[in-house]
């Protein structure tokens, strides 16, 4: 029996004591039942996971800045310390990985773990291409009974995604025809301004004003980072400082807009927001996709930009169109004394009696007009709403211990909503409207939208590995 199969079966037994052979005692907080994990990424949005991680066995840190592992050893003393990942997976009695890395590497972290039967939890987005969305989820797919997965939108845990989804699967607002998410936040690059009319980016101190584009060179990286291996899979940009200036888990916002390190704020709050709105209606991949936005930069994605997807029928509500707004883009109100504006991050569902607006911790119920009485919808009683989802990351723990329970944001619930805001910029790239076949992940009406779908790696680098 291997030590995850060994894990699976003492969870299964429960709180029933089993002697072990080394005399220890099972159970799920014994030390014979707790997993071995890498943490990826340690510090920034890893400080995060630190106090779930300390409940298992922390083996193996990783981090491509050496300064980051003291503070990290303190408090995880006995893990092994590795500045590349794909030796980190080498460690052979690893169970799971927690993914705390720069986004371009996410997909690719994700994806060898998954073929080194490895459980793993990936901060979002899961992946900044639409191949990489359908690489890992299609990989999970074939191993999801066996192996736990999770994206890290741990705003789903909140209760109001619950309320959210009751309210629209119990018809308070009739027959779901439409479902529109946005966020608000204008995300410049270090020493960059953005001008709000034109929708361009540019270097605020350079003598003639330029365009904003990957940072310029800013010399040699500092003692103990190595800036190779954080540039990772994606094309050579020299080191700049001002990819590494802010604040711990929030650094994210030094790089993620740049093609080539991340999907903007679709791949930031995008994950989040579209995932109030996925949670309530269950979709999975659009037929077409088109968007709009602030003129196309090669090196920087849209601070403005807006993209509505259609979505087919599912076994209970018909076709909807799905619509996500960014960086100043905002879905009409239904009524002027709704200010969406006020709502940085929120979603509005439209549905044949009425509208849903909601945030991440509250809503408001529009019945329309006044023959939308209410009577075609019955609330839930105490013993009938959605369950609590409990700690997010414990969630996955759990479903690593024990894998017919399911996680909120698998692989593949968070695959499919990745695919689809990823698609969305693609559309955005060529500025037509987009069909698409989710069976094979191709666009049918446009050639030259599908070299859009991936994007080129440094020699070396593979996704599969
Ligand atoms: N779920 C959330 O609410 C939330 C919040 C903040 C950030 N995030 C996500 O977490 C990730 C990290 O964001 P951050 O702000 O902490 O970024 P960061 O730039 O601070 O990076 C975090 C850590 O990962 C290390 N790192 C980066 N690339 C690496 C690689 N290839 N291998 C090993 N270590 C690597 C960095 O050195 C740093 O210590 C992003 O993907 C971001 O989207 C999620």
Redesign the pocket.
């Known amino acids: 029996m291997n030590r995850r199969h060994f894990l699976k079966t003492t969870a299964a037994v429960g709180a029933g004591w089993l002697l072990l052979p080394s005399g220890a005692r099972a159970g799920k907080n014994a030390p014979g039942n707790k997993l071995n994990i890498a943490l990826?990424?340690?510090?920034?949005?890893?400080l995060?996971h630190y106090d779930s991680l300390s409940e298992e066995n922390v083996v193996a840190l990783?981090?491509?800045?050496e300064k980051?592992f003291p503070d990290a050893l303190k408090r995880f003393p006995k893990a092994k310390t590795y500045?590349?990942?794909r030796k980190c997976l080498d460690q052979k009695d690893i169970d799971a990985v927690v993914v705390?890395?720069?986004?371009h590497?996410?997909a690719f972290i994700a994806n060898w773990s998954l073929n080194r039967d490895l459980h793993c939890y990936c901060?979002?987005?899961l992946a900044i291409s639409v191949e990489e969305a359908r690489v890992v989820r299609a990989n999970w797919m074939k191993k999801k009974t066996k192996l736990a997965t999770q994206v890290?939108?741990?705003?789903h845990a909140g209760p109001n995604f619950n309320r959210t989804r009751e309210l629209i699967r119990d018809g308070a607002i009739g027959e779901l025809q439409a479902a529109y998410a946005w966020g608000n936040r204008q995300v410049k690059p270090a020493g960059c301004d953005y001008d709000q009319e034109k929708g361009i980016l540019y270097f605020k101190d350079k003598e003639v004003r330029s365009v904003a584009g990957y940072l310029p060179d800013g010399g040699q990286p500092p003692e103990g980072?190595n800036y190779d291996?954080?540039i990772?899979p994606s094309p050579a940009h020299p080191y700049n400082p001002g990819y590494?200036g802010?604040g711990?888990?929030?650094?994210?916002?030094?790089?993620?807009m740049f093609w080539d390190f991340g999907a903007g704020q679709i791949?930031?709050m995008g994950s989040?927001t579209m995932d109030l709105l996925w949670n309530c209606v269950d979709a999975t991949l659009p037929t077409s996709a088109e968007a709009k936005g602030d003129p196309f930069n090669p090196d920087i994605t849209p601070i403005k930009c807006e993209s509505h997807f259609e979505h087919p029928a599912n076994d209970w509500r018909g076709p909807i169109n799905v619509g996500w707004y960014q960086g100043g883009a905002m879905p009409k109100s239904p009524k002027p004394y709704i200010d969406l504006n006020k709502i940085d991050h929120g979603a509005m569902f439209k549905g044949s009696k009425g509208f849903l607006v909601a945030d991440f911790t509250s809503r408001i119920l529009l019945p329309f007009g006044d023959t939308a009485d209410l009577t075609y919808y019955k609330t839930r009683t105490k013993d009938t709403v959605l369950p609590p989802l409990g700690h997010f990351q414990k969630q996955w723990i759990e479903a690593c211990k024990n894998t017919s329970l399911k996680t909120a944001c698998d692989f593949e619930y968070s695959g499919n909503m990745i695919e689809q805001l990823l698609l969305g910029l693609v559309a955005y790239r060529v500025g037509k409207k987009l069909q698409y076949d989710g069976a094979t992940g191709k666009v049918t009406n446009c050639p030259e939208a599908n070299q859009y779908l991936s994007r080129k790696y440094r020699d070396g680098w593979k996704l599969n590995g």
């Open positions: 990826i990424g340690v510090w920034g949005r890893g995060a990783c981090d491509v800045n980051r500045v590349d990942w705390c890395t720069a986004d590497t996410h901060e979002k987005p890290g939108m741990q705003r980072l291996l954080w990772g590494f802010l711990a888990g929030a650094n994210c916002l030094s790089w993620n791949g930031d989040h």
